[in-house]
């Protein structure tokens, strides 16, 4: 058990954590299908303001690397369902939200 520092009169409780190896899973990419160029959504069918700045999505990426989601709206797929995880196991301690609180 780590026992907190004097500094840290904060802190009510901790418990050691256990190292756990994690394997990397392999996947069989998919093919994007053919395009003519770059696929672009009309803001009509997704009105977003901004849909022109997010160059991510519109086809807009050097060398084709946006995410294709144009096709994929035009077949339908909406995301519905979809649940989204994002780990993070980075901390920024000197960040100024976080520095007077932690040890």
């Keep these: 058990?780590?026992?907190p520092k004097d500094d840290c009169a904060k802190v009510e409780w901790v418990v050691q954590q256990?190292?756990?190896?994690?394997?990397?899973?392999?996947?069989?990419p998919t093919p994007a299908p053919p395009t003519d160029g770059?696929?672009?959504v009309n803001s009509q069918t997704?009105?977003?303001p901004l849909y022109s700045q997010q160059?991510?999505?519109?086809?807009?990426?050097e060398d084709g690397m946006d995410m294709n989601v144009g096709p994929a709206w035009a077949r339908g797929y909406t995301g519905k369902?979809?649940?989204?995880?994002?780990?993070?196991?980075?901390i920024q301690t000197n960040h100024p939200d976080?520095?007077?609180n932690y040890c």
């Design 1 to 3: 058990m780590v026992v």
């Design 18 to 28: 256990k190292e756990l190896v994690r394997k990397k899973r392999s996947f069989t």
């Design 38 to 40: 770059p696929t672009t």
């Design 46 to 48: 997704f009105p977003d």
């Design 55 to 61: 160059w991510y999505l519109n086809g807009g990426a």
């Design 81 to 90: 369902g979809v649940v989204v995880s994002i780990l993070d196991d980075g």
């Design 98 to 100: 976080l520095i007077d």
